[in-house]
């Protein structure tokens, strides 16, 4: 049902444009996503969801489909040599709810949850003045005009660079993560958590399918590339505890993707511009060591869409959003950075041996309960303007 006939354009399909399009269309909005890529697809890599991104995917319309399709991950932290730092188990582990997914799956649902016209591959914007979007595909330039625009392009957003440009452009966040999905499934022992050595985290995850991914996240240079991946990721953890050399050996090294990561260090001091709003990755791109950048879009994307429902002033939901979003975004990527510190990142002797120290000794409900503040929020109703 779409009311007043109000129409948003959503700039970019990843996984906070879908989530932001359905949003939009379950409160009555007409929706158009320009996505420059000419298919629409995700990388293939495993992804964790935590519960404030499964009520958001719940309001959405998808939940259920995305239990059928992921596996729960109980909070688990090892030494690269196998000692338990945190191991929860029966009620605590569920408790905390995470569940892994392959992330290519996420999209795919969000995909088939909207009508295959409202998302236009091949379509790269290319400039945007208030509610008029400017797009290039292989038929030459096109305009939409709409009463939103949505910016969910990404870390390296066309928009923002348009309509921002005094925010500083990404910076680099230390580290180079691998990241792979076994070739076969997988029949080792379980694979669970992740595992800190110095400057390094090694994490794992079952998938639906029977598969599982992997990534190891490094202190490197940024550009640090090697010819053959496999090698160069068993000469740094090869030799850590089951079933990580198992997993390596399972692995074809073709399907092993090195990504630098970058952070949005410095946030917009507003996520709006008239009709324009940030959102994802494009507002707010953090560092994965909470596992939570696409968690966080998700949020947006559900905040945005309630916010619009509330009230008819387009201009004071949008005032609305940026008052909920960028203080909790801060937050969390505030925790990203301090968890990276306290976690993969960290080098030296004495401290790595107080951090693991302090983990064996505390109760898995306090080290695991300090999530809470990312957890614990919950996805406000969408429902149409009546
Ligand atoms: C190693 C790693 C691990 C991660 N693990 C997790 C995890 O476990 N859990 C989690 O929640 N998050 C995780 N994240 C973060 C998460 O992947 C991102 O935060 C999330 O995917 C961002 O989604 P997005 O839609 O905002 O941006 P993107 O996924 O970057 O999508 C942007 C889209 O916009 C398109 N686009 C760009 N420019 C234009 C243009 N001019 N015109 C049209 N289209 C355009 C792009 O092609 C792209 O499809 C991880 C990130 C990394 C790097």
């Keep these: 049902m779409m009311l007043d006939g109000r129409s948003a354009v959503v700039v970019g399909g990843g996984i906070g ?3 932001a399009a359905l949003a939009l269309r379950r409160t009555g909005w007409a929706v158009t996503v320009l996505e420059r890529a000419p298919q629409i697809r995700e990388v293939g890599a495993g992804l964790t969801i935590m519960e404030n991104g499964l009520s958001c995917l719940n309001q959405l319309g998808v939940g259920e489909r995305i239990r059928q399709m992921s596996v729960l991950q109980p909070p688990a932290i090892r030494r690269w040599d196998g000692q338990w730092l945190v191991r929860a188990t029966g009620a605590a582990a569920v408790r905390v709810g995470t569940v892994g997914m392959h992330r290519a799956e996420l999209h795919r649902i969000l995909l088939e949850a909207l009508p295959s016209e409202v998302v236009r591959t091949d379509a790269t914007v290319v400039g945007v003045a208030d509610g008029t979007v400017r797009y290039a595909d292989s038929g030459g330039e096109g305009e939409i005009v709409a009463d939103l625009v949505v910016a969910a392009d990404g870390i390296r957003s066309t928009v923002r660079n348009l309509l921002w440009p005094e ?4 910076s680099y966040g230390g580290s180079t993560v691998w990241r792979a999905v076994t070739a076969e499934p997988w029949t080792g022992s379980d694979v669970l958590g992740f595992s800190w050595g110095p400057g390094m985290e090694f994490g ?3 998938m639906v399918d029977g598969r599982a991914y992997w990534y190891l996240a ?3 240079p940024p550009g640090t590339r090697h010819d053959d991946q496999l090698a160069a990721v068993r000469a740094l953890v090869g030799d850590w505890h ?5 997993l390596l050996a399972a692995t074809d090294p073709e399907a092993i993707r090195p990504d630098d990561i970058y952070q949005l260090a410095t946030h917009p001091a507003s996520f709006v511009r008239g009709k324009v709003v940030l959102l994802g990755d494009a507002a707010h791109a953090m560092l994965p060591t909470l596992g939570q950048g696409a968690g966080q879009a998700m949020e947006d994307a559900v905040v945005l869409a309630a916010e619009l429902a509330r009230t008819t002033s387009i201009t004071d939901a949008l005032a609305a959003y940026d008052r909920a979003r960028r203080p909790r975004a801060r937050r969390i990527a505030n925790l990203a950075r301090l968890s990276g510190a306290m976690g993969q990142r960290l080098t030296n002797g004495a401290l790595v041996g107080l951090r693991n120290a302090a983990y064996r ?8 309960g300090t999530l809470g503040v990312v957890t614990n929020w919950r996805a406000p109703v969408l429902a149409a303007r009546g």
């Design 17 to 19: 444009g879908l989530a």
């Design 204 to 206: 794992m995850g079952p």
């Design 242 to 246: 089951d079933p990580i050399p198992e």
């Design 361 to 368: 000794a505390l109760p898995p409900a306090m080290t695991i």
């Design 167 to 170: 925010v500083p452009a990404p």
């Design 218 to 220: 490094v202190n490197a």
